[in-house]
T-cell receptor
Framework: GENVEQHPSTLSVQEGDSAVIKCTYS??????FPWYKQELGKGPQLIID?????GEKKDQRIAVTLNKTAKHFSLHITETQPEDSAVYFC??????????FGPGTRLSVLP | DAGVIQSPRHEVTEMGQEVTLRCKPI?????LFWYRQTMMRGLELLIY????????DSGMPEDRFSAKMPNASFSTLKIQPSEPRDSAVYFC????????????FGQGTRLTVV
């Protein structure tokens, strides 16, 4: 089955700096890679996703890159703000089926 | 729409007791997912329903866990008997269509079994 690793487990950045979170997956058949943001006391919320036929996708301050050959994908947040502080989860799997979540990264944006 | 509504938000129960978690999906969504989140195992899919029918329950950890969806607007996750290792946050999510990828999550139920 699919196995997803995520690094780092915690990340602190100064407000305005960029943050990068990296994930690797094991199943080469996976074709869908979503990213979720979970704020304290709330459920995960989908913030961006990418499919295997795309190498990069951007939505305002967040972007995701995918390297299918190396089986890794990354989340990039630019111009970080305090409200970006949360736990971020990557996931990998089949778009039409279930997918596996990474263990999460706790991001702290320091004012 | 109020989003996915879960109740209770917090539950503390004694080992051996029955626990029932409830979920009201977003109106019009026809898929519903139950997840468990722990520090050790992260976020795990337990079971999901499509049009009120259980499609995949391979994530349900033991026979002590059961889930039902009697109608399109209500689902329950029951643990009987509960054990301390069941302590976790349980999330319900719903989606339009069968895609887990587009599911909206509720705020979760924090279960503590003592």
């Amino acid at each position: 089955g699919e196995n997803v690793e995520q690094h780092p487990s915690t990340l602190s950045v100064q407000e305005g700096d960029s943050a990068v979170i990296k994930c690797t997956y094991s199943d080469s058949a996976s074709n869908y890679f979503p990213w979720y943001k979970q704020e304290l006391g709330k459920g995960p919320q989908l913030i961006i996703d990418i499919r295997s036929n795309v190498g990069e996708k951007k939505d305002q301050r967040i972007a995701v890159t995918l390297n299918k050959t190396a089986k890794h994908f990354s989340l990039h947040i630019t111009e970080t703000q305090p409200e970006d502080s949360a736990v971020y989860f990557c996931a990998a799997g089949d778009y039409g089926q279930n997918f596996v979540f990474g263990p999460g990264t706790r991001l702290s944006v320091l004012p | 729409d109020a989003g996915v509504i879960q109740s209770p938000r917090h539950e503390v129960t004694e080992m051996g007791q029955e626990v029932t978690l409830r979920c009201k999906p977003i109106s019009g969504h026809n898929s519903l997912f139950w997840y468990r989140q722990t520090m050790m195992r992260g976020l795990e899919l337990l079971i999901y329903f499509n049009n009120n029918v259980p499609i995949d329950d391979s994530g349900m950890p033991e026979d002590r866990f059961s889930a039902k969806m009697p109608n399109a607007s209500f689902s329950t996750l029951k643990i009987q008997p509960s054990e301390p290792r069941d302590s976790a946050v349980y999330f319900c999510a719903s989606s339009l269509g069968a895609l887990e990828a587009e599911a909206f999550f509720g705020q979760g139920t924090r279960l503590t079994v003592v």
